[in-house]
């Protein structure tokens, strides 16, 4: 069987660096087993879903690099829920409940102080049809739930029924279902909650592996029950820790700054974001990794540590200064191009090594370039007018390459006396309009010699 995986969000914001790590984490998986990855939207909650999202979504996988190999979305396959609700209710596995919200309450309430665990006691089990019809012409609205199998034949007399499977990232785990509630499938306004669409298309799609956040840990066993009743093997599952910024805080608070689309522009590398989001909470160091396909071979679901994957948002911005050092002329030469640099591939490629040390971002670039180009002019010290103007006159004849630099200091330190900050730095201030920068041996040869004499003069 193919191996199969699905990315399953809400498109009801947009994605953030906390949801990369599942998009991620599956992508990765199939790209390890030679898998399919599906994208699904989980848009059940039409109140809240929004096509923009889903766009957005859709945008911000492939700028990650994700391209999934199919896409659907849970709104265009209510039919196949329907379905397995008539299934469900004609095998007596899905029973109507008239209790409010306010009632359950009072009842859990009730159990807690009472001691006991507050789970749903199926009250609504013992209703008659006359009862239901009662409720009903009370203006009453079922909502549905599923009879959990933790009975031989009587759903009053429980008893203990250990759902168990293997989680690739968290080993062997094990729920007692006679300790959960029967979970609500259908609301009393006839929406469905995620679970039952999740699963009806996690066995249509022919989904071998579940990979997902902890925080579905929770309802694993009873998605495998629900798995079992419609009569499917359940899939493999997998809950990774989550990330959460340093203090603890969860993501959600830090949607805006931390939003894919906002890191996007803010000018960081997709692959220090998919870096940071896959090795952090694992047993690697938090590196930048050049590609997906690097990252896939070397990151496995084993390796996802068992507490939580903490980072320090801060980090992402030197993270991505590592990766853009050695990000080869290649990588970023339609990039250069857009923002008008240089003539030429060769050219670019030369000023990318030469300035791809001092810069975070690739955008930084930007600002070397018009020192190269068009530096401010910055008026030399009045000690420093001959020494240029003798500098210009020293200058080595071109072609320039990486020696000539140290040619003419040479010439200048021999014929002044100078040396350090006051050989150099009127040279560099002078070609550059800076105090800093890139190394100058790559940078002359860049400006050449006319544009030299010209900023000496
Ligand atoms: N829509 C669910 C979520 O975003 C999917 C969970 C799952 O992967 O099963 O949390």
Redesign the pocket.
Known sequence: MTVTV?????PTGYLHIG?AR?ALMNWLFALREGGRFIL?Y?DTDLERSREAYAQAIGEDLEWLGIVPHEVFRQSDRLAHYDAAVERLKAAGLLYPCYETADELERRRARARALGRPPVYDRAALRLSAEDRERLEAEGRTPHWRFLLPDHEGDPFSTRRTDVTWDDLCRGSQSVDLASLSDPVLIRADGSYL?TLP?IVD?IESGVTH????E??VA?TAV?IAIFRALGATPPVFAHHNLLTTASGEGLSKRKGDLSLRSLREQGLEPMSVASLAVLTGTSHAVEPAESLGVLSAMVTLDDVSRSSAKFDPDDLLPLNARLVHSLPPEAVDMRLKGMGIGDGETFRAAFWLAVRENCQKVADASAWWRAIAAPGRVAPADDDAAYLELAARLLPDEPFDEGSWSDWTGRLKAETGRKGRALFLPLRRALTGLDHGPDMKALLPLIGRRSSVARLS
């Open positions: 699905r990315f399953a969000p809400s949801n599942p699904r989980d995620y999740s996690d579940v990979i997902r956040g925080d579905h309802n998605q």
